[in-house]
């Protein structure tokens, strides 16, 4: 649908609007970099959407330790999306995340994967899974860091998947 890349000076937030209504499922490729904090998560909304309506499961592994979390929340999670100024310069994380039945008048559930890149002992990946419970079609999917901008050449891919 479409490719966003945050030009110089960095971005604080990645839009996609007017999605296209004719697909079944939304698949979001992210290559992101922030200008704060370490292994950030991207925080992401649909329709601007800010009240309570959202959950999460996640999974997030270091390399040395795991840890989980859940929670009902104002916005989907994409947890360690993003490499920070203190991890390995000039290096970004990679998310794929699939939204399902973007179109129906149900709740939708959103699935990622994620891994920060970082040439040191830590370099973090996540799994989550979440849960918007609005009943309109999306329309549009604003990313934003948690905290952070995405910096130059941080990149957000929009694709919509059809099943014939």
């Known amino acids: 649908i479409q490719t966003v890349t945050v030009g110089a000076g960095g971005a604080a937030s990645i839009e996609f609007a007017g999605i296209d209504q004719t697909g079944v499922d939304l698949a979001l490729l992210l290559s992101t970099r922030q200008d704060a904090f370490a292994h950030n998560q991207i925080i992401m909304r649909f329709n601007s959407d800010s009240g309570s309506n959202y959950s999460f499961v996640e999974l997030t592994g270091s390399g040395s330790s795991a ?85 130059e050449h941080s990149t957000a891919s929009l694709f919509k998947i059809k099943y014939d």
């Not at 799994?127 to 329309?139: D, L, S």
């Open 67 to 151: 840890s989980s979390d859940s929670a009902s929340t104002t916005s989907a999670r994409i947890k360690a999306a993003s490499p920070g100024p203190s991890e390995t310069a000039n290096t970004f994380g990679s998310s794929n995340v699939l939204i399902s039945n973007y179109t129906s008048s149900s709740a939708k559930s959103i699935s990622s994967d994620s891994v920060t890149e970082n040439n040191a002992t830590a370099a973090y990946q996540s799994m989550t899974a979440n849960t918007w419970t609005g009943t309109t079609a999306i329309t549009t999917i604003t990313l934003t860091g948690d905290g952070a901008n995405f910096v």
